[in-house]
């Protein structure tokens, strides 16, 4: 097992003072039997009070109700965490699923329904057009092997470019221009599963990259597929693997808009814009954290 520090600083400097509306922050990581957290800080700036609740997928959220304007909303994450290394290989598809097409059972399709439903359904004859490029579709093909051919597609056909404007852009649009951030190649992989009728769901969190200089880092997103068998493995289409101990959910969501790390609105005069400044790190820890 080994540990991880992860460091995530979003700031917000305004020209005159503003009044922060409340805040919804996404910054825990999702617990699991591979993850654990060791410890948790949250520090903001200005005063606030603040509520935690678990939402409709299980992720843990902070709203912050501030309570006095504000020069500058500061909010930093401090986060310990230890990772279990995994095989994400290791996994048997039950018989009935291994090949595509196939559905699933009956009694698992009403919580799996919502999870197949595309959101960019009118994208629709652009993403099956392309996956009949790449002989995904209409099968018979085996499941994994659709499931990593679109995977590698993304990664290896696609530039990937860092996008610091707000939203993703459609699959559509990711088809069209061949590049995309990794939210862009995660909502693709997404549709892409959703209009084969296999559910998905958008994942953000953080990746850890062993040797990044600094541990300087950012936000990433991946997606999710509902495998009978093993359940929702995790396929990173920016890198065209699946996902191992390097990536740390922090949220899912089965609209790819509706985690951003840090949301929330002010009022203030008319025309002011802040000056956004946000920082990652993702560091080993010093020291390995041994099994017990």
């Known amino acids: 097992m080994r540990q991880l520090n992860i460091s995530h600083v979003t700031e917000y400097h305004f020209a005159s ?12 990581p999702r617990e699991s039997h591979a993850l654990k957290i060791q410890s948790s ?26 309570l006095a304007p ?9 986060l310990s965490v230890a990772l279990h290394e995994d095989a994400p290989l290791d996994f048997l598809v ?9 559905d699933y059972l009956f009694e698992e399709q009403p919580e799996l329904e919502p999870f197949r439903q595309s959101i960019y359904f009118q994208d629709r004859p652009a993403v099956m057009q392309w996956l009949g490029s790449l002989g995904c579709w209409p099968g018979p093909i085996e499941t994994f092997v659709l499931l990593d051919r679109m995977n590698r597609a993304i990664a290896g056909e696609f530039f990937y470019q860092v996008r610091l404007e707000p939203g993703v852009q459609s699959p559509s649009d990711t ?8 939210r862009d190649f995660a909502t693709l992989f997404m549709e892409a599963c959703r209009h084969l009728g296999l559910a998905s769901r ?13 541990g300087n880092a950012s936000t990433h997103a991946w ?4 495998l009978p068998g093993p359940g929702w493995k995790g ?35 008319a025309g002011l814009r802040p000056v956004p400044n946000v920082s990652v790190q993702v560091c080993a820890a010093t020291h390995r954290v041994h099994d017990s």
Request: proline share 9%; charged share 15%; hydrophobic share 40%.
């Open 41 to 66: 800080s949250l520090h903001i700036h200005p005063a606030h009070a603040l509520r935690w609740h678990r939402d409709a997928f299980d992720n843990s959220v902070a709203t912050v109700s501030f």
């Open 235 to 269: 396929f990173d289409p920016t890198s065209g693997q699946l996902t191992d101990s390097r990536h740390i959910p922090i949220a899912i969501a089965r609209h790819p808009e509706a985690v951003p790390p840090v949301a929330g609105s002010f009022v203030g005069p």
């Open 94 to 102: 039950e018989d009935y699923a291994v090949t595509y097409p196939f």
């Open 223 to 226: 997606a999710e597929v509902y």
């Open 175 to 182: 088809l069209f221009i061949r590049s995309g951030s990794c």
């Open 202 to 214: 958008f994942v953000s969190g953080y990746l850890d990259i062993p040797g990044l200089s600094g």
């Open 17 to 28: 003072a503003v009044t922060l509306l409340p805040h919804r922050l996404l910054l825990r």
């Open 70 to 78: 504000s020069h500058h909303l500061r909010v930093a994450s401090d």
